[in-house]
């Protein structure tokens, strides 16, 4: 940590629930963060950062920062706190604890997700806590799951193509990606390609940022991306643009798929997906003839019913024209299954009744988990997320936090929406303000986070929250004691080939670590399935009773699979993240909002004149759920029937206290229990008096 006034530079690593996990130079003077910038030789980041982070000393010195334990004082939600000290804080939620596991540990619910992505400041120490506890287990669910059961079925786990090799790709799909906010340094790389001659096209309900800049744009019906790819792969077939090679060897099931794909001709496919019959010829046709052929597929298509079955019919494709054989062909949604993670960091041996696991609760239901669990979750401990902000449905999860018989602790930066329902709030550090050691899901590079400055006031870290928590509830365990250092270390089997011997000392003199992973990781099989092929069959599933293949199915809201409703509220809703939020991180930083403007809703000029809705009107979009008040963008990127409101404003800066979660639903997609926040219908009308 710097002392000195002569400015200094220290690595860091972006900790965001971000693809690029981008390697920063943090420059110190004089004890303070002057100055947040890319790692010009980190090969991805390559001298870069979003905008967000490249402001990230606002959001360091945010006057609003916590800096001291809050204990409430005001009512549930309310926001009223007075300042306690560290000793009354930890004493108090210890004494809670021990009380309410004394009668059933099960009754206490641990709820996070990826505020930051590090192995130390994420569960690391955390989950040892609560799994010396004996907590309820959290399904982390809410953002990638289904899409990595997609993969899992079909590739074998959360793997595909390194990102660097995109620059050499001469076809790249855009699937469900607005990559230029979502995903900046692969946007980068695929322009690379593009300058080499490679064509781009978007597969999107939106004509977003990335669509627009593409070559060609497929504006499909949300949720509808199973029946593409399937209809994709029927033209494959017919007009023989397969690798009968590469089936043959390296994949299993195809006679299966094959009689699969033939119930999706391109006049169905059209019909379903809302496009015309020649676009699903041409994007199958330029896909079964441009080599190398890549896909960046990513979440915002894994957001409805049907969300691992699309995932796995998309990433079926590579395999069946041999994409696979070149390093610059095949597809990428995921690659955090390269990292050698050593199971044994989490400690799930310190469970009272090992290996006999607690109840599980999905975190994407989280709204009916605080109201209907039995027995109840009596004590919430949030940290890394704001699940009050960014959980569907957001009706139900207030009344769960609001209810007066929970005891609710939140780790925090800021008093989002999620702290105003706390007993009681702890102030938690910001990454140039401790240590950790990131893996990522969208590179191939192991990212050390060194502290650059001293915590703000008392902030400390999770780390050391949990430990000093474990302390004063007499857990002794030596693995409750660790260091952040240590925990770091025993994040990664360090012996695993990939590592190439290097050590966490390694990572941390150099900022970064590649790991050693084959060019074309899968030009010859070699997939991490049982039967070490792409298997377009899965006979696990198939043991669940499950359909083995890929297949399309309906969401669950739509006309078509349910009438009555769609008939009520037309509009389909989709949510995808805002270029200057990180999901509702950033929402106040002052700078990053004034690029949002406010709350908007992109409609069709169809929809919104049939309605009486004019450009900037204030409206106000709604269902059985719940509705929000945004202001009303007019035009044609989106399509006709859909609706779009960047996510995720907190509920308290927006008009009338509520963001678009007020109107998504619990219900869970297909496999993995993810969330399905773009499968919603909706009704929107002219917000009248009062909306601000
Ligand atoms: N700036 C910024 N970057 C982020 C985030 C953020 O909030 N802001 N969030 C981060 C997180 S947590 C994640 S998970 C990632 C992933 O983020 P994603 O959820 O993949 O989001 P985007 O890449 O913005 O793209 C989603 C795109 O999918 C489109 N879409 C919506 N429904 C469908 C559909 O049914 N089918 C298809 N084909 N497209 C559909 C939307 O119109 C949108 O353009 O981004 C990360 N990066
Ligand atoms: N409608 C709709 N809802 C969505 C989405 C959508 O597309 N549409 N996207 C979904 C997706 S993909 C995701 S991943 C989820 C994400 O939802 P969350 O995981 O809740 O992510 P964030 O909203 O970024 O909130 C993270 C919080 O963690 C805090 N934090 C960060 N670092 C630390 C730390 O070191 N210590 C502590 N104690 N706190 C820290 C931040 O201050 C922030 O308030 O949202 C989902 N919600
Ligand atoms: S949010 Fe993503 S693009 Fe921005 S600095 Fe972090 S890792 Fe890089
Ligand atoms: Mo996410």
Redesign the pocket.
């Known amino acids: 940590m710097s002392q000195s006034t002569a400015p200094q530079i220290v690595r860091g690593a972006c ?1 965001h ?1 971000c693809p690029d996990t981008c390697a920063l130079l943090v420059t110190v003077a004089g004890g303070v963060v002057t100055r947040v910038a890319g790692d010009p030789d980190h090969p991805t980041t390559r001298g870069t950062l979003c905008t967000k982070v490249a402001r990230y000393p606002e959001r360091l010195y945010h006057p609003d920062r916590l800096t001291v334990p809050l204990r409430r004082v005001g009512a549930k939600g309310e926001g009223r706190f007075e300042p306690i000290s560290w000793d009354e804080a930890l004493d108090a939620v210890a004494a809670r604890l021990s009380a309410i596991a004394a009668r059933d540990p099960q009754r206490i619910l641990p709820y996070s ?4 992505m590090g192995f130390v ?1 994420g569960e690391g120490m955390a989950s040892r806590f609560f799994h010396r506890l004996g907590a309820s287990l959290l399904e982390r669910t ?2 990638s799951s289904a899409g990595m059961a997609g993969l899992s079925h079909t590739l074998g786990g959360s793997v595909g193509m390194d990102v660097e090799r995109f620059a050499d790709s001469r076809l790249i799909l855009i699937w469900g990606s607005n990559s230029i906010t979502s995903n900046l340094h692969f946007w980068s790389l695929a322009q690379q390609a593009r300058r080499n001659g490679a064509r781009l096209i978007a597969i999107d309900p939106y004509r977003s940022d990335t669509a627009q800049k593409c070559d060609a744009h497929v504006a499909l019906r949300p949720g509808t991306d199973a029946a593409l790819a399937l209809g994709m792969m029927n033209v494959l077939i017919e007009r023989g643009l397969l690798d009968d090679d590469y089936i043959a060897r390296y994949t299993f099931g195809f006679g299966a798929l094959r009689e699969r794909a033939a119930t999706y001709p391109s006049h169905r496919v059209a019909a379903i997906c809302g496009i015309s019959e020649q676009e699903v010829i041409d994007l199958a046709l330029a896909y079964g003839t441009t080599k190398p052929a890549a896909i960046r597929l990513n ?1 915002g298509l894994a ?1 409805t019913r049907g969300a691992a079955n699309a995932v796995r019919a998309i990433v079926s494709l590579p395999a069946l024209v041999g994409a696979w054989r070149d390093p610059a062909g095949g597809a990428l949604l995921s690659v955090s299954s390269n990292f050698p993670v050593d199971k044994t960091l989490t400690r799930a041996d310190l469970l009272p009744d090992w290996p006999m696991q607690p109840r599980s609760v999905n975190m994407s239901a989280i709204g009916d988990a605080l109201l209907a669990a039995d027995p109840p979750v009596e004590a919430l401990v949030v ?5 009050v ?2 959980a569907p449905d957001s009706e139900r999860v207030i009344r769960g936090f609001a209810r007066e018989d929970l005891f609710t602790v939140v ?4 008093l ?1 929406d999620t702290a105003d329902y706390a007993d009681i709030v702890l102030p ?3 990454q140039p303000e401790h240590f950790d050691l990131h893996k990522t899901y969208g590179h191939l590079y192991l990212v050390a986070n060194e502290p650059a400055v001293s915590p703000a006031g008392e902030a400390r870290p ?1 780390s050391a929250i949990f430990r000093d928590l474990a302390a004063r509830m007499g857990f002794d365990d030596p693995a409750l004691r660790a260091s952040d250092e240590e925990i770091a270390a025993a994040a990664i089997d360090w012996s695993d080939p990939r590592l190439g011997g290097a050590t966490l000392a390694d990572v941390r003199r150099n900022g970064w670590l590649r790991l050693a992973i084959a060019a074309a990781p899968f030009a010859e099989g070699g997939f991490p399935t049982a039967s070490g092929r792409c298997e377009f069959v899965s006979e696990r599933l198939a043991a669940e009773g499950l359909d083995p293949l890929p297949d399309y199915l309906e969401p669950y809201e739509s006309a078509a699979a349910n009438p009555e409703l769609a008939r009520r509220y037309p509009l389909s809703f989709i ?3 805002a270029r200057h939020f ?4 950033f929402v106040n930083v002052a700078s990053l909002a004034e690029r949002e403007r406010e709350p908007e809703c992109v409609i069709h000029p169809a929809d919104a004149a049939a309605r009486g809705i004019a450009e900037g009107a204030m409206v106000r979009a709604f269902n059985d759920r719940g509705s929000f008040v945004a202001r009303a963008r007019v035009g044609d990127r989106i399509r006709p029937g859909v609706v779009l409101g960047w ?2 404003w907190w509920h308290k800066l927006s008009p009338r206290g509520r963001n ?2 007020a109107v ?1 639903g619990q219900a869970l997609t297909d496999l993995g229990g993810g969330p399905t ?1 773009y499968d919603c219908l909706v009704e929107v009308e002219l917000a009248g008096n009062g909306a601000r």
């Open positions: 900790p629930d997700y990826a505020g930051t400041q809410i953002c979440y957001r940290y890394n997320s704001n699940p902000a960014v780790l925090e930066h800021f989002t938690a550090t910001m999770n949510s995808p993240p990180l999901n509702s991180t996510g995720v678009v979660n998504t926040f």
